[in-house]
């Protein structure tokens, strides 16, 4: 039927030219409304000739059909297929062009071609994706040397030229790697990204080491492998969902790994974050609360670490990879650090113990920086998760940050936190609760995606599904 129709309106069979709707036609529109006429009328007496009154009626049914389509198109939005929707596979393209016969009251990008217009913003809106789960994202042809960056400056001036409700964020990429950049609207009503419907997508990732992130802009998963991190950084303000991200991570690699291929420490100075992740079969220990006995875990992990090496000296190997390779039956099991709040635990300021009187958030500081820095960690299957509520560059000095390479980064209120977490600006002009950029070493750039939720009982439910899952098998 498409074919039919796209045939029908290149020869404008059924169409009534647009100069008629819109103003006086020329000869040329004349001549185009002739030629069903012209057509039509043989076609009819062949068909009464043929088949007589039958012939002449099914004729007549087929040009009346044809009126009727023409007679709908302004309501179909101006197009015989109506609305042309985004594709996955491929783009299609949504320039209002008159020209091709699009109503332009019905086209979906008038009122963000209006606004921009109207705030001599130089872009034309050229492509719609509605397949995300909380944003639109509207494609922009920005003319050459102008700066679309300044939309976000507009603020509630532009979201009032949309007719948004009062508090509606609007953010803007500058470049989405196809020559254009993009505008990204909330959605009336979104649908939620739920950690549970995606802890096996995790599992089948084929990444050593899964960690859930959520969706794209485009509803794919997002998950990334701590492996190649290989160090990790979850940082955001208060409400932005960074617990529930560190908590994604945990469960996805409790649910894609066996107790006896993955060990967790939990460390939390604000107590109750990752509590209840105590029940899960990977964790060796009830969270640590107490930085005196963080400290004393982290001394433990070095020494792992230093006895590992050499394990994989003898074994004649250079990672923990090659080492479960070269011994399947007894794996060597990855060890994550998940370390809550990391600047709390930093600022510790209570001695080391009754014979050591360097502060305690001190002495975790420096393990940290042996540990991440130079050391080995990665090739030995240690791997560090840290999360961080406002990041303070005093406490936790760039050489630290430096050895944390992978990052995700939730909204923030600055572009100072912003570049500390990804390198560049964006967070701060991220649009809803979850939203979050994720930087992966070796990423040429960050890239946007919306953080799952634990929604209601869903963490309870997480945690007894993969318990029921490990003690089975």
């Given at each position: 039927m498409e074919n039919v129709l796209n045939w029908c309106n290149k020869h404008k069979i059924g169409v009534l030219p647009e100069a008629w709707r819109t103003a006086k036609p020329n000869n040329k529109d004349l001549i185009d409304m002739a030629k069903p006429t012209l057509v039509g009328l043989p076609a009819l007496m062949i068909l009464y000739l043929i088949w007589e009154i039958p012939g002449f009626a099914a004729g007549m049914a087929i040009i009346v059909g044809f009126a009727i389509l023409d007679a709908t198109r302004p309501l179909r939005g101006g197009h015989w297929l109506g609305r042309p929707e985004a594709s996955k596979k491929a783009e299609v393209q949504r320039r209002f062009l008159i020209e091709k016969g699009m109503d332009p009251e019905k086209w979906w990008g008038k009122k963000l071609q209006d606004a921009l217009n109207a705030h001599n913003i130089k872009a034309n809106v050229v492509v719609?994706?509605?397949?995300?789960?909380?944003?639109?994202?509207?494609?922009?042809?920005?003319?050459?040397?102008?700066?679309v960056a300044g939309i976000t400056a507009l603020g509630e001036n532009f979201s009032r030229a949309l007719k948004l409700p009062k508090g509606t964020h609007i953010s803007v990429d500058a470049n989405i790697g196809n020559?254009?950049?993009a505008l990204y609207i909330p959605k009336e009503k979104y649908r939620p990204v739920r950690t549970l419907s995606m802890l096996e997508a995790a599992q089948t990732s084929g990444y050593a080491l899964p960690g859930l992130v959520g969706e794209d802009l485009i509803g794919n998963p997002m998950i990334v492998?701590?492996?190649?991190?290989?160090?990790?950084?979850?940082?955001?303000e208060v409400g932005m969902e960074r617990a529930g991200q560190m908590l994604n991570i945990i469960l996805s690699t409790s649910y894609s790994l066996p107790p006896e291929r993955l060990r967790i420490t939990l460390i939390d100075p604000k107590l109750l974050e990752l509590a209840v992740c105590n029940s899960l079969p990977q964790v060796t220990e009830p969270v640590i609360t107490d930085m005196h006995k963080a400290h004393k875990r982290l001394l433990h992990i070095r020494e792992m670490m230093l006895v590992r090496c050499q394990q994989f000296l003898e074994a004649g190997v250079n990672n923990i990879a090659a080492y479960n390779r070269r011994f399947p039956d007894a794996p060597m099991p990855y060890q994550l650090v998940a370390f809550s709040e990391l600047t709390i635990g930093l600022k510790c300021s209570a001695p080391v113990s009754a014979d050591d009187d360097r502060e305690v958030g001190d002495s975790i500081k420096s393990l940290l920086l042996e540990l991440i820095g130079a050391a080995p960690t990665q090739e030995a299957g240690i791997h560090f998760l840290f999360g961080i509520q406002c990041y303070d560059p005093k406490t936790c000095g760039e050489t630290l940050r430096q050895g944390i390479p992978s990052s995700i980064g939730m909204r923030v209120r600055a572009h100072e936190f912003s570049e500390l977490l990804i390198g560049q600006k964006g967070c701060e002009s991220l649009c809803?609760?979850?939203?979050?950029?994720?930087?992966?070493s070796g990423d040429a750039s960050p890239k946007r995606a919306l953080s799952a939720a634990l929604i209601g009982e869903d963490m309870e439910h997480a945690v007894d599904l993969i318990r029921e899952k490990w003690s089975t098998e």
């Open positions: 719609l994706d509605t397949s995300g789960a909380t944003l639109d994202m509207y494609e922009l042809e920005v003319q050459q040397g102008y700066d020559g254009r950049a492998d701590i492996t190649h991190a290989p160090h990790l950084l979850v940082g955001g809803e609760q979850g939203e979050c950029y994720v930087f992966m």
